[in-house]
Each structure stands twice: as C-alpha cells, then as structure tokens.
C-alpha cells in the first residue's frame, strides 16, 4: 500500500483501497467488530488478519469449483486485490438450520433442519436497518435484473452445497451465512466481500455435549466466549485441511 492508494470506502470491518489498475480495487480487513447494525461495537487484535486468510483460502477454494469471485491475489497479511465491483445492495443470507433472526420473526424453533436451504434478501442499507426483502419489493426497488437475481440464487446455492460439504470435512456445521455480489467490468455477476466467521454461523461438530458450540461472530454478539480463539481454530483446520488435499 502507498498514498496513491487513496481510500475509496470504509465499511465496518473493510477499507478499500484504489488500485493502480482502474479495474481492481486493495480491500483491506480492520480488526473492529460490529453488531446489531454497529449497536455494539468493539475491537479484536489479530481478527483482520484471520478474515482475510479465511476468505482467501474460501475464495480460491469457490473459484476451484468455477464459481466466480473477486478474489485476484493476496497483497499482504491483512488485505488483498479484487475486481473492482459495482455493488448490488443486498445481502443474500442462506440457511439450512433455523437461527438468528428468523426465530425472533417467526415461531420456527431454533436448531429446526430446513430440508431446503431458505434465501432471504435483505437490503444492503444501514439507515432503514437491512430490512427484509420479499420478490416483489426487490423489482419494484430496482437494483437488480430479473436474470441477475436468477444467476445470484443459483451461485448462492452453489456456495452452500460447495462450503456446507468443506466445512463438514474440518468439523463444523455451516448454519447460515451471508453474501454480497456485485458486476464486474464486463457486467458479470460476481461474489464480492468476504466470506469469514463475521458472516457466517459455524457450529463445531467435535463438541460432544449435544450443546450449541458456536465459533462464529455469535460469540461476540451474544457475548459467548473467546473470538479470537475461535477464529484462529476455523483458520487452523482450514489450513490443515488445505494442506492435506
Ligand atoms: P441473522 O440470523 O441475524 O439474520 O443472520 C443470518 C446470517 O447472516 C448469519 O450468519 C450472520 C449473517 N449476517 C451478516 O453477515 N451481516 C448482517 O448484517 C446480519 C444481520 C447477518
Ligand atoms: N453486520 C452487522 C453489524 O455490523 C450486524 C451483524 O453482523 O450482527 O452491525
């Protein structure tokens, strides 16, 4: 990084960057955690740096599968370069076992299996709270086409069958997740942000108890124990496992 990188943005838990190139982009991890829509705050040292390592081992383990991605290279411990996206203002959460949110607006129990993983769209937008999306509010707001939002729920689902079976290999239980797509230069659909245990819910299967063993972000929002210890265990069994395929 130097001061010809100007900053173009700063979410909650990412800087990016201008690149060189005007269609790549440096996006860089912070170390602050966030919750309830920035209700709760604080800061983790060393969390950027594990995010970043476990989205760039998740991307190019996406990518393997032909699934595209942003990810271009690694440009340090605590960033990397990607194609630079418009960004489409969604966030598209997936979930194969009831969780979260939805167990406070619906009387679903926690823990329920859905036999088919559930899309929920919500939009991307702090002042209105993310709120829930339906099909119809979604073209009548806009943002994206009708064949966008086709290709969108199809590499979604590719995703969870992709990362549900990865991470059943290293132990854990992908719960939910969340994901942002965006287009890139050529007006491909493309998967942008991170993939990290700030998006997702992983549930450790080596837990013996019966009870929930949560390694994700819920243990920061739900003030539930170690982050960082969690964090550093997915980073470990995913190099672990990486390293012996
Ligand atoms: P939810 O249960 O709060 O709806 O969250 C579902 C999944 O989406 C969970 O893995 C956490 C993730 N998520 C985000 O990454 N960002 C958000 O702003 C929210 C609300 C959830
Ligand atoms: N990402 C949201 C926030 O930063 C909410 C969450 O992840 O719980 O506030």
Known sequence: MNKENKLIYEGKAKKIFAHEDPEKVIIEFKDDATAFN???KSKYEGKGKLNCMISKNIFKHLMSYDIPTHYINSSSDI????????????EVVVRNIAFGSICKQTNIKPGTKFDNPLIDYYLKNDELNDPLL???RIKLINVVKTQ???DINKI?????EILSEFFLNIQLKLVDFKVEFGRNSSGHIVLGD???PDNCRLWDLKANNGKIKSLDKDLFRNDLGD???AYNEINTRIQNFISST
Request: negative net charge.
């Open 156 to 160: 979604t689902l590719k995703i969870n």
């Open 38 to 40: 920035a209700m709760k």
């Open 79 to 90: 960033s990397f370069i990607g194609q630079k996206l418009e960004i489409i203002p969604l």
């Open 227 to 229: 982050l960082i210890e």
């Open 148 to 150: 966008e939002l086709f």
């Open 134 to 136: 339906t099909i119809d």
């Open 194 to 196: 991170e993939f990290s």
